[in-house]
T-cell receptor, first 113, second 118 residues
Framework: GDSVTQMEGPVTLSEEAFLTINCTYT??????LFWYVQYPGEGLQLLLK?????DKGSNKGFEATYRKETTSFHLEKGSVQVSDSAVYFC????????????FGKGTTLSVSS | DAGVTQSPTHLIKTRGQQVTLRCSPK?????VSWYQQALGQGPQFIFQ???????QRGNFPDRFSGHQFPNYSSELNVNALLLGDSALYLC?????????????????FGPGTRLLVL
């Protein structure tokens, strides 16, 4: 079945470091891909999305490119801040799954000053 | 513009009891989805409501049921609570396109209801 695999955390970085969180997927059809972020004690916020191969989603300095050939959607940011500390979830939807989001297990990012 | 709201924020129940959680969608949205997020895990899809009917369901038992009202708000009911039902329950709203375009509507999440079953 459809699934999402994320790198396990926690990821611990110093402020201004480069961030990569790996995400790969297995899906039938042509999925749409998403990154959601969950700050402590809060619900999920959509960070960015891409709906077709080679699309790049970007928001708040974060970027991710939909790579069909490697079935990946890695999240990157050039310079992280303490306020980026949160849990990041990669997710997908496919026509077969309807509009249900299928999530990875999440990656915890901790940024120190 | 109010986002997705959920109530209550926290809830404590005992095994065997029943619980009802509530969700109001973002203004302009007509579709509500419910997810269960166990501690340290990603959210898992429970079901989705549109036009007051359950349109899609994940792998959850019949103890989980729901309802959508004419104003698009929704309830999630869980009967015969088990310890394993302890989780954060998230509601997400979206706007369903009337024509099937293949594009997936973006879902916006509420803050969740944290349920503890003792």
């Amino acid at each position: 079945g459809d699934s999402v695999t994320q790198m396990e955390g926690p990821v611990t970085l110093s402020e201004e470091a480069f961030l990569t969180i790996n995400c790969t997927y297995t899906a039938t059809g042509y999925p749409s891909l998403f990154w959601y972020v969950q700050y402590p004690g809060e619900g999920l916020q959509l960070l960015l999305k891409a709906t077709k191969a080679d699309d790049k989603g970007s928001n708040k300095g974060f970027e991710a490119t939909y790579r069909k050939e490697t079935t990946s959607f890695h999240l990157e940011k050039g310079s992280v801040q303490v306020s980026d500390s949160a849990v990041y979830f990669c997710a997908l939807t496919t026509n077969q799954a309807g509009t249900a989001l299928i999530f990875g297990k999440g990656t915890t990012l901790s940024v120190s000053s | 513009d109010a986002g997705v709201t959920q109530s209550p924020t926290h809830l404590i129940k005992t095994r065997g009891q029943q619980v009802t959680l509530r969700c109001s969608p973002k203004s302009g949205h007509d579709t509500v989805s419910w997810y269960q997020q166990a501690l340290g895990q990603g959210p898992q899809f429970i079901f989705q409501y549109y036009e007051e009917e359950e349109r899609q369901r994940g792998n959850f038992p019949d103890r989980f049921s729901g309802h959508q009202f004419p104003n698009y708000s929704s309830e999630l009911n869980v009967n015969a609570l088990l310890l394993g039902d302890s989780a954060l329950y998230l509601c997400a709203s979206s706007f369903r396109h009337t024509l099937v375009t293949g594009a997936q509507e973006t879902q916006y999440f509420g803050p969740g209801t944290r349920l503890l079953v003792l």
